[in-house]
């Protein structure tokens, strides 16, 4: 079994940053990718980014790049999201998922996820 841990959540004001972790535990979990999704209220989830298991190819929302970097330590047990330039759009709970396969922005490309964390940027 793959287990996520998240934390970074909190409240920014806009144009402020945040760092969001994701911390991966159980075999293989070196070999998966990596996605962030959020869900605000209302609305469905949406994907955000997402990152290689071998951390060379990043893939992100239109609206969030030049904005938003993944990143992922070397051993892979611990992946990033660090969110600079906040806008109160980016308020929802955000979602960390692992998948074997390649990365994507499909929610089916991933079989596990953490239980989120809120992310509040005021105006």
């Not at 760092?19 to 990718?33: D, E, F, K, P, V």
């Not at 030049?66 to 892979?76: L, N, P, Q, V």
């Not at 600079?84 to 390649?102: F, M, N, Q, W």
């Not at 990365?103 to 490309?109: I, S, V």
Request: include cysteine.
């Amino acid at each position: 079994q793959v287990q996520l841990e998240e934390s970074g959540g909190g409240l920014a004001q806009a144009g402020g940053s945040l760092r969001l972790s994701c911390a991966a535990s159980g075999r293989i979990s070196s070999t998966y990718a990596i996605g962030w999704f959020r869900q605000s209220p209302g609305k469905e989830r949406e994907f955000v980014a997402a990152i290689s298991w071998a951390g060379y190819n990043t893939y992100y929302k239109d609206s969030v790049k030049g904005r938003f970097t993944c990143s992922r330590e070397h051993g892979a047990d611990t992946a990033y999201l660090q969110m600079h330039s906040l806008k109160p759009e980016d308020t929802a709970v955000y979602y960390c998922a692992a998948g074997r396969g390649i990365p994507g922005n499909k929610e089916r490309l991933y079989d596990y996820w953490g239980q989120g964390t809120q992310v509040t940027v005021s105006s």
